[in-house]
């Protein structure tokens, strides 16, 4: 790209930035990134006060083997910088290296077993068991806590929501895509959600 053509882009994009009220930029910059098979590492605090804990140091990117971790960019307001794991590209093997190399504690130091990543959700209406189109048992064979966290009842996966420590394997795993991306099988983030105790 000539430097002519990426400034009139930059250009382009600054005036709509500007034109937007100030009421959805400010929505826009503030807006978490956590949400359906958006997650963020284990043992992460309470999402209310991710942002402020974080220093963005990477360490967390750096030390995982299985990349499933990496750092927002600027688009994501005051969350720029931050970790977040897409469950469908490369969910959490649950290593626990990432707790062990956070300097804040953002990242708590939490068995692999007490993690709560979020909780993973079939969506019985798509599930091709569920539909009784064919015997699909990949999301309870991947699973590392199967009969813990998911079981089958008739051959058809029930998550055990106690268990399921929503590391995102299943999703990742599940072969059945709906047409908004989401697959038969999801992890809602709901304990990023939990309010801080003061």
């Known amino acids: 790209m000539k430097r002519r053509d990426f400034l009139k882009i930059a250009a382009t994009s600054l005036s709509a930035a500007v034109l937007l009220p100030a009421t959805v930029r400010s929505m826009a910059l503030t807006k978490s990134p956590v949400e359906t098979n958006r997650l963020r590492p284990p043992g992460s605090v309470p999402e209310e006060i991710f942002a402020g804990k974080c220093i963005r140091c990477g360490r967390c990117v750096e030390v995982c083997p299985y990349r499933s971790i990496y750092l927002l960019d600027i688009r994501a307001g005051i ?5 977040l794991i ?7 093997y649950l290593c626990m290296k990432c707790v062990e190399v956070c300097p804040t504690g953002t990242l708590l130091k939490i068995p692999q077993n007490e993690t709560r990543m979020g909780i993973a ?6 599930c091709h068991t569920w539909q009784s189109l ?6 309870f064979d991947v699973c590392p806590y199967k009969e813990t ?8 996966p029930i998550v055990l929501e106690y268990s399921c420590v929503g590391c995102g394997i299943c999703t990742h795993a599940c072969p059945v ?22």
């Open 79 to 83: 969350f720029a910088g931050t970790p």
């Open 86 to 92: 897409s469950a469908e590209e490369t969910p959490c």
């Open 121 to 126: 959700v079939v969506n019985k209406h798509i």
């Open 134 to 139: 064919i015997i699909c048992r990949t999301c």
């Open 149 to 156: 966290a998911i079981t089958l009842n008739q051959l058809r």
């Open 177 to 198: 895509t709906a047409e908004d991306g989401k697959k038969a099988i999801n992890i809602e983030p709901i304990y990023a959600w939990e309010r801080v105790q003061w």
